[in-house]
């Protein structure tokens, strides 16, 4: 596993097993307004990075809505 802090959008969407133009979707402003739990995005200038940690929270915490 990388020590990498941030991923890429592309290594985010493969681990999601998402397009990156899904995934581009998610992290758009009027996208996360709609959603109950926006995906944790970092954005640096125009481009968008993860972190992998972040991801594995956000996909737990939308289990945990799930089962509420």
């Not at 899904?22 to 926006?38: F, G, W």
Request: net charge positive; aromatic share 4%.
């Amino acid at each position: 596993m990388s020590n990498q802090l941030l991923i890429s959008i592309s290594e985010a969407a493969s681990l999601l097993g998402l397009t990156k133009e899904q995934l581009y979707q998610l992290t758009r402003e009027r996208s996360r307004v709609r959603q109950a739990q926006p995906i944790p995005v970092v954005r640096l200038g125009k481009r968008l990075a993860f972190r992998r940690e972040s991801l594995v929270a956000w996909i737990a915490a939308l289990e945990q809505a799930v089962r509420s």
